[in-house]
């Protein structure tokens, strides 16, 4: 199986995990400073969790918004940290690496991947992203459906850990998937499909609560975003 029964559990939450290289402690400053400037004043808790594995940390959860209003900062036994959050769309938070890269100077790597409709149409795609004397330098690469064709498309410089010689082949839909994404991810030294990926319960987890947003963001429960519930 290509994702450990954990993973699969909160299907299609983890289609995206955002990577960010640093330890949990540094990414979990960034991202609180970056979330406090989004909010805007409103109210946010935050602190240090400690969780059994990652099924009882995302099963803490209990609310799921078009927007993100929950962080889950995860420690991992590597440089990366990853990244949940519960927004519905299960995308990932590309902005926010974004601002990771440029206010913080993390290497980060926000990505997304699944064969089968999920939240949207098939797909695979990432976005890697190193600051150099101030500006953000991205490699992007992008392989997705949209209704009966498939596109792909790429940005930057190829990176070493990319095999680049599967973006030539005849059916553009076989250029990147779920299973060359993990091939890469583990290029990267990083596997966030895999359960023993996770520095649990040996460290604590940052979680982040906005509990202050606007009225018009939509709110679902678990029951209606994750498969397996």
């Not at 440089?79 to 990771?100: A, K, M, Q, R, T």
């Amino acid at each position: 199986m290509i994702r450990a029964p954990a993973i699969q559990k909160f299907w299609p939450t983890t289609q995206s995990l955002d990577l960010v290289r640093g330890s949990v402690d540094l990414v979990a400053t960034g991202i609180e400073a970056e979330v406090r400037r989004f909010a805007a004043g409103a109210r946010i808790e935050a602190g240090w969790r400690r969780f059994a594995d990652i099924s009882e940390a995302l099963s803490s959860c209990m609310e799921y918004t078009n927007i993100p209003t929950m962080f889950i900062v995860f420690p991992t036994n590597s440089p990366w940290s990853v990244i949940w959050n519960n927004s519905f769309l299960c995308d990932g938070y590309d902005s926010l690496c974004w601002c990771l890269t440029k206010n913080h100077g993390l290497t980060t790597l926000h990505w997304a991947s699944h064969d089968e409709s999920t939240t949207f149409q098939p797909g695979t795609s990432f976005i890697y992203r190193t600051i150099h004397d101030g500006t953000v330098c991205e490699r992007s690469v992008s392989c997705t459906q949209e209704d009966a064709r498939w596109l792909f498309t790429q940005s930057g410089v190829s990176l070493p850990e990319e095999n680049v010689s599967l973006y030539g082949a005849k059916r553009k839909r076989d250029r990147l998937n779920e299973a060359e994404m993990v091939q890469l991810l583990g290029r990267f030294g990083a596997r966030p499909w895999d359960e023993s990926f996770y520095c649990l319960p040996k460290q604590d987890c940052f979680v982040l609560h906005r509990t202050e947003f606007p009225s018009s963001v939509v709110r679902r429960s678990p029951g209606e975003v994750i498969y397996a519930v």
